[in-house]
Nanobody, 119 residues
Framework: QVQLVESGGGLVQPGGSLRLSCTASGRTFNIYVMGWYRQAPGKQRELVATTTESGTTNYADSVKGRFTISRDNTKNTIYLQMNILKPEDTAVYYC?????????????WGQGTQVTVSS
């Protein structure tokens, strides 16, 4: 089992910045990718950014150039630096960790943190 605890959400004006953090605990040695997803009201959950253990990153087109995902393997923590925030970035942001054991992937999710971009 892997437990994920997120922090850093809140209310910010358009153009502002926020940084989200997610710390994993438990069977973290099986994690091979971590990332952030978001879900806006009435919409499906969507990928924001992911990072592998080796540091390879992937971003949704809508956040490229504005968001940066990073990780500190010594702390089992990932971060999402969000700059130039837009109202359409408003959503609940979820941390995700995917493990693989004997070829079987398993997804773990955090409780979610609300990000609201509004003037």
């Amino acid at each position: 089992q892997v437990q994920l605890v997120e922090s850093g959400g809140g209310l910010v004006q358009p153009g502002g910045s926020l940084r989200l953090s997610c710390t994993a605990s438990g069977r973290t040695f099986n994690i091979y990718v971590m990332g952030w997803y978001r879900q806006a009201p009435g919409k499906q959950r969507e990928l924001v950014a992911t990072t592998t253990e080796s540091g390879t990153t992937n971003y949704a087109d809508s956040v490229k150039g504005r968001f940066t995902i990073s990780r500190d393997n010594t702390k089992n923590t990932i971060y999402l630096q969000m700059n130039i925030l837009k109202p359409e970035d408003t959503a609940v942001y979820y941390c995700n960790a995917r493990t693989i054991l004997i070829g079987i992937p398993t997804d773990y999710w955090g409780q979610g943190t609300q990000v609201t971009v509004s003037s």
